[in-house]
């Protein structure tokens, strides 16, 4: 891979097996197998796909519902393993998904801040230096040493924020409905984003709606029932993407 | 000789494709190793949260891991003792060395049982490499069963119990109760992904191996009875038999029961890191 790549997709598929009724315990699973009634269908989430994305570079991925976005973002998050095909990734990565999803709810903010950083592969001195900072940003004052089970889903959200940004990532996954907390703290964590886009990191941003990706992203490419549609800058694949979605 | 030259020698022996094997193996040991040492945080905060959130809303909180199996002992003791005249020597103390080492095992393989399933949510969303979970819940029960030794102190010392050089031996078993729970743990968390019911599968398991394990009876006059078999292969019984002869009755380790265990746990480690190795890329799947 070269030096400007920050990450590479060859070939990549996802295959499912999902059974024709759910088989998830022992004695279905023995009766049905008795009876040679264990039966599978297989689809392909993706397949084939391949793309390149430079550093620096912003890239929109589109597509319809069930067109294989999540799956896509998963496989190159790491947490799904692709079936077939080979993926590179150049540097840190950090998915803004859904944020604080490893939160302990009987947890005070605090303590999740360490637990929610070693998940993401912070180490410990690491996090006590970087404790004040993730507090401040978080807003959370005193709130920050009670339990989890007492935030409101906007605090989670600011806590989770503030912890997954406190390293700069060479690659940000962001999907289109990032709104954080209050209109206060969405204002101050999308300037943190603009911040880092400013600064030139690679950014993957997943959404259907064009006028967004057309704000946000240099390139983009076109998901459509798993199979990679289109691929090219901005302009011509929105203009794709609408004649597509007519 | 050389290095260049030993590496040729290696290449005669071994020929080109094990070489090549040998040195895949190499490097794939050194990698697990970096990303064991980027998250060992990570365990030590799991091992940390499962301990701390056991204790937190309880008024007694650690008293308990002490008071439990000591009620527990003096419920044994009047039935078992009393009503069936039982005349073991250091009876409470042979109940409890049975009854704590059982109840680790049991809690533990519980744990490690749920481990993969209860953190699903986690799993579905960050990388974290998955055989922390199982091997963190075994951790956990492991350190509340390395306190809980503490009841046993208190009462071998009132039982006027005195510590003998074949204390030292109590290691193994100790080690080996671990080992085995781990073992267990993996298979066990592999096929929960997969099978819901397992979990109550496992807990009449559970159930069957504390009779097998000799925890509120003696065993010696079984053991050459037609089921005595049951017993004696039991890898659990081995470990009791051989923690109680160092800490209560002051002897030396039994070999049978040193080995026996220990190949078994070994056995199962293997079989239970192959399955979980070869499924833990589809447990997202089926989360």
């Known amino acids: 891979m070269g030096k400007n790549t920050a990450l590479r997709v060859d070939n990549i598929g996802v295959k499912f097996r999902m059974a024709n009724e759910r088989v998830d315990n022992v004695k279905d699973y023995a009766i049905k197998l008795l009876k040679h009634e264990l039966r599978y269908h297989e689809f392909w989430a993706l397949k084939d796909i391949s793309f390149r994305v430079a550093k620096g570079e912003r890239l929109g991925v589109l597509g319809l519902n069930g067109a294989g976005k999540s799956t896509l973002l998963k496989v190159i998050a790491g947490v799904l393993k692709p079936t077939e095909g080979t993926l590179q990734r150049n540097g840190r990565i950090v998915p803004l998904l859904e944020l604080g999803a490893g939160f302990e709810n009987q947890y005070t903010g605090k303590e999740n801040v360490f637990l929610y950083g070693a998940m993401l592969g912070y180490r410990r001195e690491f996090l006590k230096e970087k404790y004040d900072e993730i507090v401040a940003f978080s807003e959370l004052g005193d709130f920050i040493n009670v339990p989890l089970k007492n935030y409101s889903s906007g605090m989670k959200a600011r806590l989770g924020f503030s912890i997954a940004t406190i390293v700069e990532p060479e690659i940000l996954i962001l999907d289109e409905v990032l709104s954080v907390g209050d209109a206060k703290f969405r204002k101050k964590s999308e300037k943190k984003i603009k911040d880092m886009f400013d600064r030139g990191i690679t950014v993957l941003f997943v959404s259907h709606s064009i006028g967004q990706v057309r704000s946000l992203c240099d390139r983009a490419i076109i998901l459509e029932k798993g199979h990679l549609i289109a691929q090219g800058d901005v302009e011509t694949v929105s203009v794709l993407y609408e004649e597509a979605i007519k | ?287």
């Open chain 2, 1 to 287: 000789m050389s290095m260049l030259g030993i590496m040729a020698r290696a290449d005669r022996i071994f020929g080109e494709k094990h070489f090549q094997i040998l040195y895949e193996t190499g490097i794939r040991m050194k990698t697990f190793y970096e990303n064991f040492k980027k998250y060992q945080f990570l365990l030590t905060e799991l091992v940390k949260k499962d301990i701390k959130l056991k204790y937190r809303n309880s008024v007694l909180g650690f008293l308990w891991t002490l008071l439990e199996p000591l009620l527990t002992m003096i419920v044994l003791t009047i039935v078992f003792g009393t009503i069936l005249q039982k005349k073991t020597p250091h009876f409470s103390v042979y109940i409890l060395t049975g009854r704590l080492l059982y109840s680790y095992f049991s809690t533990g393989t519980k744990q490690a049982l749920k481990s993969i399933r209860r953190n699903g949510g986690m799993i579905r969303k960050v990388y974290v490499p998955k055989y922390m979970y199982p091997l963190a819940a075994s951790l956990s029960s492991y350190v509340t069963f390395l306190l809980s030794l503490i009841v046993l102190v208190i009462v071998a010392a009132v039982q006027g119990i005195r510590p003998t050089w074949y204390l030292v031996g109590a290691v193994v078993p100790l080690a080996t109760v671990f080992l085995m729970v781990t073992a267990l743990g993996f298979l066990l968390a592999t096929l929960d992904v997969f099978f819901r019911d397992l979990e109550y599968i496992w807990n009449v398991t559970t159930m069957l191996i504390m009779y097998m394990s000799a925890i509120f009876y003696e065993a010696d006059s079984l053991l050459d009875s037609k089921y005595g078999f049951l017993i004696k292969y039991n890898p659990l019984y081995s470990v009791i038999t051989n923690f109680r002869n160092t800490v209560v009755y002051g002897k030396p380790l039994e070999s049978f029961y040193v080995w026996y265990p220990l190949v078994v746990s070994l056995v199962v480690l293997v079989v239970g890191l192959a399955f979980f190795y070869k499924k833990q890329d589809s447990f997202v799947l089926y989360l």
